[in-house]
């Protein structure tokens, strides 16, 4: 079968947007090459700097004939519908139509359509000036004396040539003949700008990747990373050092490239004297080079970096690497200035007596001095939210409710949480934004702050994603949560919540970030109560905890879902724990609802934290079970583990049966027993089934009080066999209406039992 080469050459595209476009092509074409009836066999694209290609292989030479008929009104139909009939079948004439007849409906009107197949260069040739045209580059632009034209083509960079090839391995392939604005497709490319710039002519996919590579392009970009990360790590080994690793870097600098060459460069050792990740993201951000360290020196760096041209210098390179290390020494100075400059006292240090005043600054210090600036300045943390310096001090507050929950120290507390953003003013984080809370840390242990301090200033912005670590000293975790939470509820506050795929303050990234910190550090935390505080520190906000708990539970079936449990469990428990409790326990009587029915009796625990002595975890007791996200994961874990047994699985089983016949019966209001009554008992079945739930549900409840729920679970899984028992041998809606209520009752409680742990009709099985 016949195979398609498609390459688009033209000036360099940005490295970052190369493998996407790639992607864009392959998708766009293979789209619509299969909505015109073609199928292939595989595709695979291609990038360099200069170029995207296509390799379709197997790709059918001819679409199939297409014989159809559409069915039209009825012959006897208005001249409107018949017109509409007409237009829809593409006839131009109801005499083009045929008459069909129906026993029943009558004749109406039938288009016989025929599309002959096309060839496949045809339909090749139709679709790719117009995907071309189309393309959705994030930015493009116009060019040449065409340019001015309306509808010109627009291209991220110059388009210059297109080689569009088709035929079968055994026969000499054809040019598929197409143009666009003035360029005309062929069979000849061009190789590397500089070593090989005169056209190459070429046949099919294989030839074409062959004579690239003899005029010094490598066209899969994959390789071309491995080519540049073996060659650096072995230049580096050769010198001495350990290449440090980067793939975003590698990644951007294999797009940069159509010939990597790995050279090194370097800098003066007085440079060393900067922060390592200053001295990484200068190179980086500036030079796009690697940088290195000595063999077995942790994470100190050297004075050498890996750099990667895409020519081969008659010289060797060295001027290349000269020139680097150049540009690399001024950006370094720079970098140097900026480090020095945030050790030193502020011009303007006598402006910020009040703000260091506020916040019980010591003004010798170069970080508290970057606070009192970062106050005394008013910089804007959002225009319905105050400055950056009213949130510090909200933060800080916050922090210290959160300080005696998590067990921090409330003087380090305190201090970390007004030290916290001070590093947003420093020169450093400036330069590079991506560096803060790193620099704070840095900056903290200079001026000797205690190190759960200047950790807190790096950590109270974790975790970031989830592959990110969660803070665990509780200074850290204290100032973490408090900034989180002031974020969240700020933002609700203002009624600014993610809606959709839209979220542009990352509110969604900080619930989570809470929800890891508690469950990770097995924390327990009565998260309403937070809220309120919180919601207090806004004036004329609304209090939102409601709203923003629904918000959180959301975030944790996200976190678990990913850690393996099942979906269905995490619905079925926070529905449990999201009914009313009740203080006392026992049969609860009811009233009947209108038209006589009695709904069935409710039973619940009292709240953990009514619980004297019960502290498994650092933390505080929420005041329901849907409150504290640890008691959630707790409960989702012992039903999981329930429900991996043979009785969790029949106990299941037979509590849904319970469920399902009570909600019937309840939908058609038939009479449901206040409390089940032992003396209209008929069967043994009922009385060891009653037995059986007023001992499970006792001890299950005690369980849940101690909070060993799977102990609670354990207590349930004995109604297994009465239960089962039950509905093999009792007929519940039995003719005695007494009786029967007094079943229902009976199936009521069932239900209350297991509703202390989870609302077993949510779950699949």
């Given at each position: ?55 379709i292989r197997g790709l059918t030479a001819r679409s199939k004939d297409i014989r159809e008929e559409i069915k039209g009104p009825s012959t006897t139909a208005p001249e409107q519908?018949?017109q509409g009939f007409l237009r829809k079948a593409g006839l131009s004439s109801i005499a083009e139509a045929h008459v069909h007849s129906d026993p029943k409906k009558g004749d ?461 469990l995490i619905d079925a428990v926070l529905s449990a724990g999201s009914r009313p409790i009740s203080p006392t326990r026992g049969e609860m009587s009811a009233k009947p609802t ?172």
């Amino acid at each position: 079968m016949p195979d398609l080469l498609l390459e688009l050459r033209s000036e360099e595209i940005p490295a970052r947007m190369q493998r996407k476009a790639a992607g864009d092509l392959r998708k766009m074409l293979t789209d619509g090459l299969v909505e015109a009836g073609l199928t292939y066999e595989a595709a695979r694209e291609y990038w360099t700097p200069r170029r995207l290609a296509l390799d379709i292989r197997g790709l059918t030479a001819r679409s199939k004939d297409i014989r159809e008929e559409i069915k039209g009104p009825s012959t006897t139909a208005p001249e409107q519908a018949v017109q509409g009939f007409l237009r829809k079948a593409g006839l131009s004439s109801i005499a083009e139509a045929h008459v069909h007849s129906d026993p029943k409906k009558g004749d109406f009107y039938v288009a016989h359509i025929s599309k002959p197949g096309r060839a496949a260069e045809e339909i090749i040739a139709e679709l790719v000036p117009g995907i071309i045209k189309s393309f959705p580059w994030p930015k493009s632009m116009r060019w040449g004396p065409a340019s001015a034209k309306p509808g010109s083509l627009r291209w991220v960079r110059p388009l210059q040539s297109i080689v569009c090839t088709f035929g079968p391995e055994t026969e000499e392939p054809v040019v598929v003949d197409f143009e666009i604005d003035g360029i005309r497709a062929g069979n000849v490319t061009h190789g590397h700008r500089f070593h090989a710039p005169g056209p190459i002519t070429v046949r099919r996919f294989d030839d074409y990747v062959a004579k690239l590579e003899a005029a010094k392009v490598v066209l899969d970009a994959d390789r071309r990373k491995e080519i540049i990360l073996h060659d650096a790590r072995n230049l580096a080994f050769a010198n001495g050092l350990d290449l440090v690793e980067d793939e975003g870097l590698l990644e951007e600098v294999s797009g940069l490239v159509e010939w990597p060459v790995v050279l090194m460069g370097e800098f003066e050792q007085d440079f060393l004297t900067i922060p390592g990740e200053v001295i990484r993201l200068t190179i980086r951000a500036n030079q796009k080079c690697f940088v290195t360290r000595p063999q077995g020196a942790g994470d100190d760096l050297s004075n050498r970096f890996i750099l990667v041209a895409n020519i081969e210098a008659n010289d060797g390179g060295k001027e290349i690497a000269y020139g680097n290390g150049k540009v690399v020494r001024a950006r370094l100075s720079d970098a140097l200035y900026f480090w020095k400059t945030d050790q030193s006292d502020l011009p303007d240090f006598d402006q910020l007596v009040e703000s260091a005043a506020k916040f019980d600054l010591d003004m010798k210090k170069p970080l508290d001095q970057r606070m009192a600036r970062l106050d005394h300045l008013n910089v804007t943390f959002h225009a319905k939210l105050g400055t950056q310096g009213q949130r510090v001090e909200r933060i800080k507050k916050l922090a210290l409710e959160l300080a005696r929950i998590v067990g921090g120290d409330p003087a380090l507390v305190a201090r970390a949480a007004v030290l916290a953003k001070a590093d947003l003013q420093t020169e450093v984080v400036g330069e590079f934004p991506e560096l803060q809370g790193a620099m704070g840390r840095k900056y903290a242990l200079l001026q000797g702050e205690d190190a759960s301090v200047a950790a807190a200033a790096e950590e109270h912005y974790k975790p970031q994603g989830p592959s990110d670590r969660v803070p665990t000293d509780p200074v850290s975790v204290a100032v973490a949560l408090a900034d989180k939470l002031d974020t969240l509820t700020g933002f609700w506050a203002i009624d600014e919540k993610p809606t959709g795929s839209k979220d542009p303050f990352a509110l969604r990234r900080a619930a989570l970030g809470v929800v890891r910190i508690l469950i990770e550090n097995r924390i327990r935390l009565a998260l309403t109560s937070v809220f309120a505080k919180a919601f207090a520190n806004f004036k004329g906000g609304a209090d939102q905890s409601s709203d923003l708990l629904a918000f959180f539970h959301d975030r944790l079936k996200v976190y678990l879902r990913e850690s393996g449990a099942r979906h269905d469990l995490i619905d079925a428990v926070l529905s449990a724990g999201s009914r009313p409790i009740s203080p006392t326990r026992g049969e609860m009587s009811a009233k009947p609802t209108e038209g006589g029915a009695v709904p069935p009796a409710s039973h619940s625990v009292a709240p953990p934290s009514a619980l004297p002595g019960i502290s498994p975890t650092r933390g505080e007791i929420g005041q329901s079970p849907n409150d504290d996200l640890l008691q959630i994961v707790r409960r989702v874990e012992a039903l999981g583990s329930l429900l991996d047994t043979e009785e969790g699985k029949n106990l299941l089983a037979g509590t849904k049966r319970a469920a399902n016949i009570l909600a019937a019966e309840e939908k058609k209001k038939t009479l449901v027993a206040e409390t089940v009554e032992p003396a209209l008992f008929r069967e043994d079945a009922e009385k060891k089934l009653y037995a059986a739930v007023n001992q499970a549900e006792k001890e299950a409840g005690q369980a849940i009080q101690n909070e060993d729920f799977s102990a609670a679970m354990l207590a349930l899984s004995v109604l297994r066999e009465p239960v089962d028992s039950f509905f093999e041998g009792v007929l519940v809606n039995d003719e005695d209406q007494a009786v029967r209520a007094n079943r229902l009752a009976l199936l009521a409680r069932i239900r209350a039992a297991t509703d202390q742990v989870a609302d077993f009709s949510k779950i699949v099985g």
